[in-house]
């Protein structure tokens, strides 16, 4: 028998597959595990994780489509000047979905809810929406583990009662860092819609540098880069690829551009394993990278291309400043992000809490 029921939220069903199905499958072996996200972004990750879950629920879930579909549509009916939107409807499939779930869990006496960076990095929700969702998070079940700070002040205004953090993101790092020559070129690697800053960074991406952009998107969006660098020679878009480690290799710089507050970007991390430099956009999730690592090259959201061209070349041309900067990042990464050593954290912690 199980020992617990987990219900574990994610805002996007890949990122679970991808970045944490390890610990899914070890929290697996002795608890039930549910699974709450808002989309699955047509990746597969549903298939990749049935056999580790009781259950996956979210807007594309059967039945919850059909409802989500009901409310996209007479929204528009309604509010055809209001241009509702279907950002609006996935929003408001996510409530639903989320509601949906807690009725579920309430006959449970020992449920408990891990919140792997999800319902705080649906940044864009209404504060007030999130802190509903707190209050019935925290009515519903005995236990709430968050990842990070921002999650906690997002839905629980910050209060740690019944609330804990656990070990933010993990990578596996049993090979070693990748010491190839780099070539002085920048690489994008990451989703093509707008809050990721793809198209921010092309716009102000400065003209006599080097650009490659590796991705996936809708086909509106794909459309939209291609158009945005019909007229930039030196930016490529060269389409999507699942080896991130072979592709980061070669570049110097990987640019990180993200206009939200999204969790912890494991494109950070991966870079740093293949040897190339991060240039952030700083959002309160990587405070704890800045903090350890002071010198990470970071940008203001609004950043431009003078901006970035004066970071770029300040390390072209200070070779030994680049590697005493991917030295800190290397050592922070062995540290802090470790996934066999983070996993083992975030079991031992869910075992001492719930006991």
């Not at 707190?134 to 009662?161: A, W, Y």
């Not at 490529?236 to 990987?254: C, E, M, Q, V, W």
């Not at 993200?258 to 494109?267: C, D, H, I, K, R």
């Not at 680049?322 to 066999?340: D, G, P, W």
Request: hydrophobic share 40%; aromatic share 10%.
């Amino acid at each position: 028998m199980k020992n617990n029921q987990i219900t574990i939220h994610e805002h996007d069903l890949w990122a679970l597959a991808n970045f944490r199905s390890t610990l899914v499958r070890e929290l697996s072996k002795n608890h039930a595990i549910d699974v709450l996200c808002l989309h699955d972004n047509f990746s597969g990750g549903e298939a990749r994780l049935s056999p580790f879950v009781s259950k996956i629920v979210g807007p594309f879930s059967p039945g919850l489509f059909g409802l989500f579909c009901e409310i996209y549509a007479r929204g528009r009916s309604l509010y055809p000047q209001n241009g509702v939107t279907l950002v609006f409807g996935l929003r408001t499939a996510l409530i639903v979905s989320f509601l949906f779930l807690l009725t579920k869990a309430k006959g449970a006496s020992n449920n408990r809810i891990v919140l792997v960076p999800g319902l705080g990095r649906a940044g864009k929700l209404n504060i007030q929406i999130l802190r509903f969702m707190g209050t019935m998070i925290r009515k519903s079940f005995s236990h709430v583990f968050v990842l990070n700070q921002h999650d906690l002040e997002s839905l629980f205004s910050g209060n740690p009662s019944s609330v804990e953090i656990l070990p933010s993101e993990g990578i596996e790092i049993s090979e070693k860092f990748n010491l190839s020559p780099k070539e002085d070129r920048c690489i994008y690697f990451g989703r093509i819609i707008k809050d990721k800053g793809i198209f921010h960074l092309i716009e102000n991406f400065p003209a006599d540098l080097d650009l490659d952009i590796f991705g996936y998107g809708s086909r509106k969006n794909i459309e939209r880069v291609n158009g945005a660098i019909k007229h930039a020679p030196r930016i490529k878009f060269l389409g999507h690829t699942d080896n991130i480690h072979s592709k980061l290799a070669p570049y110097r710089f990987a640019i990180v551009p993200t206009q939200y507050n999204e969790g912890f970007p494991m494109v950070i991390l991966e870079s740093i394993l293949a040897g190339c430099l991060p240039i952030v956009v700083k959002i309160p999730q990587i405070s704890h990278l800045t903090d350890h690592v002071p010198k990470l090259l970071t940008l203001e959201k609004n950043f431009g291309s003078e901006d970035l061209a004066l970071i770029i070349r300040q390390y072209v041309q200070n070779p030994e400043l680049a590697n005493s900067l991917m030295q800190e990042l290397r050592e922070y990464v062995i540290l802090f992000h470790c996934k066999t050593s983070i996993n083992k954290k975030i079991l031992e912690k869910i075992a001492k809490s719930t006991n």
